[in-house]
């Protein structure tokens, strides 16, 4: 485990405006209570609680890849509208204690969902 500092900054802060995750026209998740993940130079991160995601539509897959900063991720295709998303969703079900704000969150591939602030 290693610990965000100044060569690795990871901020986490509540993002006051409604998230919207769809696939086509398919609404996945949409929520008041989203997280923005900022890590280092990378672009921030979207992350939902999983109350305010439609599970009916998730299949975990057998994916599961590992963080230094935040630990082991695992993965969930998304399943609407006839297709599959392959892995398309990550979720850090037991993080790293540094990083416990993201437990029960999910967070989308954008090259594979749309993610929009709506409000």
Request: aromatic letters at 8%.
């Amino acid at each position: 485990m290693k610990l965000p500092g100044p060569d690795h900054p990871i901020t986490i802060t509540q993002n006051p405006r409604r998230v919207r995750v769809t696939a086509g026209d398919i609404v996945i998740a949409e929520s008041t209570k989203a997280l923005t993940l900022k890590e280092a130079r990378y672009p921030a991160v979207q992350y939902l609680p999983r109350e305010d995601a439609n599970m009916a539509l998730l299949e975990r897959s057998e994916r599961t890849t590992h963080c230094p900063y935040k630990g082991d991720a695992s993965y969930y295709s998304i399943k609407a509208d006839g297709k599959t998303l392959d892995n398309a969703i990550w979720t850090y079900e037991t993080p790293f204690p540094a990083m416990a704000e993201i437990t029960g969150h999910l967070a989308f591939y954008p090259d594979k969902v749309k993610i929009e602030e709506v409000g």
